[in-house]
């Protein structure tokens, strides 16, 4: 195709070129006319032979010295005018002393204005008349003047033979479509050679951005999407040709405290670092790639299924070993792997993926370096998916209802707050705790309209309250999920603002790992919710591992101590330093602090002794559904008395 163009700017080229050898070969016709008029003839004519014609020895004169033919090679006729119209002089003698209707030409040159050289052919119509016959002919019309100046005394007509210009013409067409065409080839392919450059530097971005797509910048690993088609041709390869291999997760332990602690610089310098270990601790064939985050995932081939995946896992483990050095700092990197065969624990490429997840799961929950998958710790078995399948509906026909546990405030007793705690109102399975369906539902988007569902209940209930003279503080729980969820303070507001409640009568419960999942996100979300005057809670405060640092950059306003460290603080000096430090530590960031979990009188006082703000636990009260709660809260004043002094042995208030 882009031979085309290049064809017509050839054929244009030659015209243009040939147009300008023809001009060039008349101007020099031109110049040869007036030579042989100026040189050849003028000096043998006098004023006179014009004005009266040429004697006879004239005229032979002017014959022998066209004859003679040394300056007039190629003249085919001439005729010399007088300024009366008379030719005084002609090769054709026939012509002599005749009076002629002039042309235009003549008149023209007559007036001292001759045209350009011009390529004529005779016909036996023209004036011309002696010409006709002799073909194709230049006439030139010159001017003959005596003195250098005046009006001239005759012209010359003459007729150039044009068959020397039409060989050159022929000659020179050749030539010019020979150079054009060398040249337009020399153009075709310099051109070419440009665009393919282009075009290939063009196909080489192109290819890098394939690859920037299907490749971590970080380490260089292939990413999910590239590693997700590893699997895809490992599973097809494996059904042509049986064989097996082993999908391999691996998470590392801790990884968000190293990014938190020494600064997300060094954190990527330990991503590649482990990148460059789990290169070099497998085999040359497997497929090792970085999915998110702290996540790798490496495709293991092996004939014998779980054994070769084990010792491919071991071998892994083996090279985070050495700690890595980072300023100095001996960083030491812990990982969870989890396992899942092909053909073993699934066929296809996705359920692979999500057997491995669970049996990493499985691994991080009981911190075990490696498991294999198995059926049992399957999070998506069968009644797990009916029970996810069914959330819509529940939140539909209302069967999510909270219940609420008192917070009393200390010392004092006075019931100050409550925490909405869920339960599903299951019509087959009965009453479930929130631990059977929430972390489920976690897993899924249903998490936000749930979330939210249940915020709208609990405001609902406290305008109950506040109709009845019961004002209190309500806690409400929040997920990692909804942490993300970056249009969550808006909603939160519009329910409160639906409810009239004013923003501090609320408190949102996070748990320190909830907030560590996506810290940036996460920080982000509860700074608005903060900012609107609701309360933050860091709830299981110290089964985390979050830094210091960066709880305190969390914009909290409570910390609740976990209940693990309130059951023994009577019994374990190390509970009890925990919860007193933690105490220590909130007053210095200016927190509330809760300890929730409480069982036994003995387990309150002792919080009370230590400065504990609020206390929460079955000795108080158990999470109630709101009728049963109403007639404690109105009568909360009374209770205050009797939970307030902490020397009294056992308070009046028990477990209901
Ligand atoms: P959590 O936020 O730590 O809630 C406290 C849990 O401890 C509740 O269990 C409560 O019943 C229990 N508890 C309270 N006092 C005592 C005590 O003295 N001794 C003992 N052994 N346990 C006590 P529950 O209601 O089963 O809730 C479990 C978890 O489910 C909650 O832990 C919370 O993380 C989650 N959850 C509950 N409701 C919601 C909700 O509405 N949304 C979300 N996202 N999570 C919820
Ligand atoms: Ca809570
Ligand atoms: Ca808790």
């Known amino acids: 195709m882009s031979l085309v163009p290049i064809v017509a700017l050839g054929f244009i080229l030659a015209r243009v070129i040939q147009a300008q050898v023809v001009s060039r070969a008349l101007s020099d016709a031109d110049q040869s006319a007036q030579l042989i008029a100026r040189i050849g003839i003028q000096p043998r004519l006098t004023p006179h032979d014009l004005r009266y014609g040429l ?13 003679a033919r040394s300056v007039t090679q190629d003249l085919a006729r001439i005729k010399i005018w007088n300024t009366k119209d008379q030719v005084i002089y002609s090769d054709d003698h026939g012509l002599i002393g005749r009076t002629l209707a002039p042309s235009d030409d003549l008149l023209n040159a007559l007036a001292g204005r001759p045209n350009d050289a011009e390529v004529v052919t005779p ?62 080839a020399l153009l075709w392919s310099i051109l070419y050679r440009i665009v393919a450059r282009a075009s290939r530097r063009l196909r ?42 082993a999908v391999l997760l691996i998470d590392l332990d801790r990884f968000t405290e190293i990014n938190n602690t020494l600064g997300t610089a060094n954190g990527d310098l330990v991503l590649c670092e482990i990148a460059h270990r789990l290169r070099s601790s497998v085999q040359d064939d497997a497929l090792v790639g970085r999915l998110a985050g702290d996540g790798y995932a490496v495709l293991v081939h092996g004939a014998q299924g779980i054994p070769d995946a084990l010792s491919a896992a071991a071998a892994i483990q083996a090279s985070f070993e050495p700690t890595i050095v980072l300023d100095d700092v ?32 499985h691994a991080r929950s009981r911190h075990s370096p490696i498991e294999v998958y198995s059926p ?61 369906f929430i972390p489920l539902i976690e897993q899924t988007a249903l998490i936000g309209p749930l979330t939210l569902a249940l915020i709208d209940q609990a405001l609902g209930q406290l305008v109950t309250w506040r ?16 942490l993300i969820d970056a249009e969550l303070p808006q909603q939160v507001a519009e329910i409160l603002e639906r409810h009239r409640v004013a923003p501090d009568r609320l ?92 069982e036994t009188a003995a387990v309150l006082r002792h ?10 636990g079955y000795y108080i009260s158990r999470p109630q559904p709101p009728e049963r709660l109403t007639a404690m809260l109105s009568g909360s004043s009374e209770s205050r008395s009797s939970l307030s002094s902490t020397s009294s042995a056992t308070p009046k208030l028990t477990r209901v």
């Open 607 to 616: 919080l009370t002794a230590l400065g504990c703000d609020i206390a929460q």
């Open 467 to 482: 109709k009845l003279g019961i004002d209190v503080q309500m806690s409400v729980n929040l997920s990692a999920r909804n």
């Open 55 to 67: 004697s006879a020895a004239g005229v032979r004169s002017l014959d022998d010295q066209l004859r």
């Open 330 to 361: 001996e960083v030491s990197v812990e990982a969870s792997i989890g396992i899942a065969v092909m053909g073993e624990h699934a066929d296809a490429p996705n359920a692979l993926l999500q057997r491995a997840d669970t049996a990493l799961a």
């Open 204 to 245: 080489q971005q192109a290819d890098l951005n394939d690859r920037l797509a299907r490749y971590d910048q970080l380490t260089g690993l292939p990413n999910r999407t590239l590693f997700i088609e590893g699997i895809e041709d490992a599973v097809a390869h494996s059904k042509r040709r049986p064989g097996t291999f």
């Open 123 to 184: 016909s036996p119509h023209t004036e011309t008349a002696s010409e006709v016959g002799l073909g194709q002919l230049v006439e030139v019309y010159v001017p003959l003047r005596f003195a250098a100046t005046g009006p001239p005394a005759g012209v010359f007509e003459i007729y150039l033979s044009y068959r020397p210009i039409a060989a050159a013409l022929t000659r020179n067409k050749r030539m010019i479509a020979l150079l054009v065409a060398i040249g337009l």
């Open 507 to 598: 408190v949102v419960e996070v748990t320190e790992s909830a907030a560590m999942d996506d810290p940036h996100r996460a920080v982000a979300v509860l700074a608005a919710l903060r900012d609107s005057g609701i309360g933050v809670s860091v709830d299981d405060f110290g089964t985390g591992n979050a830094s210091i640092e960066y709880l305190a950059k969390l914009p909290a306003s409570e910390i609740k101590i976990d209940r693990s460290f309130i059951t023994d603080i009577l019994d374990d000096p190390r509970s009890e330093a925990i919860v007193r430090s933690t105490i220590d530590l909130a007053r210095n960031l200016g927190l509330t602090v809760v300890a929730e979990g409480i």
């Open 376 to 436: 049992e710790l399957d999070q998506f078995d069968a009644p797990r998916l009916t029970l996810l399948s069914e959330v819509r509906g529940a939140l539909g026909r209302g069967e999510f209802i909270l219940e609420y546990q008192p917070q009393i405030e200390l010392p004092g007793g006075r019931i100050i707050g409550v925490e909405a705690l869920v339960r599903w109102h299951h019509p087959e399975h009965g009453v479930l705790a929130p631990p059977r």
